[in-house]
């Protein structure tokens, strides 16, 4: 492969649902079209229709994500071999998949030497006896982590880290024109929001709990945006905890324009993530949008907190979350956060732009991008 010329891109990855992971997927889909590479996909998904109709035209092969019968089984391996396939018949010069995946693993085997083969992991901190790390480290020739604070993880853990490097996630990209407001004087009632998926990794118990534990709590709401495996335990819990009139579950959030605007429209946005994160794409609209958080030091979130005075970042217990978030809540009540310092931190840090020049610097020449990275 030669340096800056267009190549034949192979793209996979997951695209149900509306994970960091599956914008990720699409947002780096739209990045390759729109740098004119000759571009396929193959998608994970369950929707017989096999994603994005939009990108339709390119898509080589659907793979089954849930086989819970063997006829499921059969039936994904069956799309994996025809996937693999044509995926040789396309000849990439660069194969990219989005999460590790003993189904990506499986096309590898198919695609010649002369192909670069990239593994994106999201998951921080992993344990190097890890059979799906040990599998894709030897199917691909370089693994991806997604923050340099997991990429010096690595650097640590590994005698030989030389197939891995650091390429960031795409966020969905901003909407253009939206701002949280700074309001002047100090504010009385304080409105936080949490965006996500309801899962038990996300230590929204932790949260509850800290909550009922605040002085004048009654001047705090707490709005829950997502739906999860957890959403009946958690309204239990809030119940429990007589938290009813100050928690509210709101179901799925909206997208586009929509969904910025009623982003920038709290006060602060809480993520207190207990396990399994790498950095959450959420945090990066927060960010965007000029929304000061408080989150928790688990996985790649200290990277988006360095020297950025618009968050709070705690450790992921009972009494660190408790002044981390009388923390927060104080700077709102005192208009200590600067929605334009936070927005310009973003840019300078996280924009579409930052992001894009490491993806193009990694398929302009991915084997010495890999290898600089030592």
């Known amino acids: 492969m030669g340096l800056n010329h267009k190549k034949n891109v192979l793209l996979m990855g997951h695209v149900d649902g509306l994970g960091g992971a599956q914008i990720a997927y699409r947002e780096l889909i739209d990045f390759v079209k729109a740098e004119g590479h000759n571009l396929r996909i193959i998608n994970i998904t369950d929707d017989k229709n096999g994603g994005r109709l939009t990108d339709a035209d390119l898509v080589l092969g659907r793979i089954e994500h849930k086989t819970p019968g063997l006829v499921d089984k059969v039936k994904k391996y069956r799309s994996l071999l025809s996937a693999a396939k044509q995926a040789r018949s ?15 693993n499986f096309i590898t085997r198919y695609l010649s030497n002369d192909c670069f083969k990239i593994a994106q992991d999201f998951i921080a901190n992993r344990s190097k006896e890890e059979e799906i790390w040990n599998k894709s480290r030897g199917s691909f020739n370089g693994i991806a982590v997604q923050a340099p604070s997991m990429l010096d993880y690595w650097k640590t853990n590994l005698t030989d880290a030389s197939d891995v ?8 990209p901003p909407v253009s024109g939206v701002l949280r407001k700074q309001e002047s004087g100090e504010k009385q009632q304080i409105r936080l929001a949490y965006f996500g998926r309801l899962a038990g990794n996300k230590g929204l118990p932790l949260l509850f709990n800290t909550l009922t534990t605040l002085p004048n709590r009654q001047n705090v709401k707490l709005d829950l945006w997502g739906k999860g495996e957890e959403e009946t335990n958690l309204k239990k819990l809030a119940a429990e905890l007589d938290l009813d009139s100050i928690v509210s579950f709101k179901g799925g959030y909206p997208a586009d324009r929509d969904g910025a605007e009623l982003m920038a429209s709290y006060d602060g946005l809480v993520l207190t993530s207990t396990e399994m994160e790498g950095l959450p794409l959420v945090l990066l609209e927060s960010m965007a949008y000029g929304l000061p958080f408080m989150a928790t030091n688990i996985g790649a979130i200290r990277d988006c907190c360095i020297d950025n005075p618009d968050t709070v970042l705690v450790e992921p ?6 002044e981390g978030l009388s923390k927060l809540i104080n700077n709102i009540k005192t208009g200590a956060f600067d929605p334009v310092r936070l927005k310009n931190y973003y840019d300078q840090h996280f924009s579409h732009k930052v992001m894009a020049d490491r993806w193009r610097a990694c398929l302009n020449n991915p084997k010495l991008f890999f290898n600089e990275a030592q």
């Open 165 to 172: 490097n650091w390429l960031p996630c795409f966020p969905a």
């Open 317 to 322: 217990d009972q009494h660190s979350i408790s």
């Open 90 to 104: 396309f000849k990439p010069d660069v194969f990219v998949s989005i999460g590790l995946s003993n189904s990506s």
